[in-house]
């Protein structure tokens, strides 16, 4: 082949190479800039690359009145984790709730939600007839559903599932965060059947597995909840020394050590009658890595209407840990 004929073939090649990537830069541009926002994030979503490592979120969630108090701090704060999802979008969400415990006959292992609609769960009783109006919509993609009970297989956690729906503990959180909905796909998990704290961290070692191919883990419950003690009027002078040596361990060197400690702590029975809004911290917390970086969305103490106050409310922390590299 001729020298001059080669040099020329090779330079046609370049310049349709350039071409290509100037059609996709176009058209990168054109959805970044022009798009919807939920057509943009889900563009985003499908160029993520499975090598980076999902992030780990832990939400308080609060009850059906959390999500109509719109200037609260709480409120505030759900709104930055929705922008802070849809400024770095996963390629889904798997969460876990202080309000779904494994209660199937065995009662071992965990369940899954097989229910690919997601429909809602009004588990909250005597409130006015307009909270059990709301909606939020989303749905479980099969392929993450099957992800999910893959991973937890792997983990050796003993995994079934139920024909269920997304409970308060997930929709309200979210519903502040998104709107009446999302296109993120969105799987829910339950807690494990046992008592024992080691168990949700395990959950969420096994769940852990799933950040390598860009989801994200989320758990919704509360740092400290004693709603005996809120809703009687009582003092409650435990909250902010709690909530002030959570917010420590999640920051310590050995946090999964640190925040398993928590469950021994001398306020740790007054802050949580029952275990079940402390668990989804572990979960979250078995879900990091040691290298993982840690971001504060919020930690404050609130009352049951939505105004910050110095300990007679629930504590309030919602937390992300992101990949170092």
């Not at 704060?77 to 209660?103: D, L, Q, Y």
Request: contains cysteine; charged residues 20%; aromatic residues 10%.
């Amino acid at each position: 082949m001729p020298r001059a004929f080669l040099l020329v073939s090779i330079t046609a090649a370049v310049f349709a190479l350039f071409a290509i990537l100037a059609s996709y830069t176009t058209l990168f541009a054109s959805i970044t800039l022009t798009a919807s926002p939920a057509l943009r994030t889900h563009f985003l979503r499908t160029m993520v690359n499975s090598s980076t490592l999902g992030d780990v979120y832990f939400l308080s969630h609060g009850g059906p009145p959390s999500v109509e108090q719109t200037e609260s701090p709480p409120y505030k704060a759900w709104r930055k984790f929705g922008k802070i999802i849809e400024a770095n979008p996963p390629k889904g969400i798997v969460a876990v709730s202080a309000h779904w415990e494994n209660e199937q006959d065995l009662r071992t292992g965990v369940v899954v939600n097989s229910n690919s609609s997601n429909p809602l769960i009004y588990d909250f009783y005597n409130f006015p007839k307009h909270f059990y109006q709301l909606k939020f919509a989303s749905k479980a993609e099969p392929e993450l559903q099957e992800k999910v009970v893959g991973a937890l297989k792997e983990g050796g956690i003993p995994v079934s599932r139920a024909d269920r729906g997304l409970d308060h503990g997930v929709w309200i959180p979210f519903r502040g965060a998104f709107g009446e909905g999302t296109h993120f796909p969105l799987v829910q998990v339950s807690l494990p059947a046992s008592a024992d704290p080691v168990e949700s961290i395990k959950l969420g070692q096994a769940l852990s597995k799933l950040r390598a191919q860009g989801y994200a883990i989320v758990g919704t419950g509360q740092v400290v909840h004693n709603l005996r003690d809120l809703i009687s009027g009582q003092s409650l002078p435990y909250t902010t020394l709690f909530l002030n040596d959570a917010a420590k361990a999640l920051s310590s060197s050995d946090r999964l050590s640190a925040t398993l400690d928590l469950t021994k702590h001398p306020l740790y029975k007054k802050a949580h009658p029952t275990d079940e809004h402390f668990f989804p911290l572990l979960v979250a917390v078995g879900a990091t890595s040691a290298s993982d970086q840690i971001e504060e969305i919020y930690k404050g103490v609130v009352d049951i209407n939505g105004c910050t106050v110095e300990n007679d409310g629930l504590g309030w922390g919602m937390w992300r840990w992101t990949s170092a590299a």
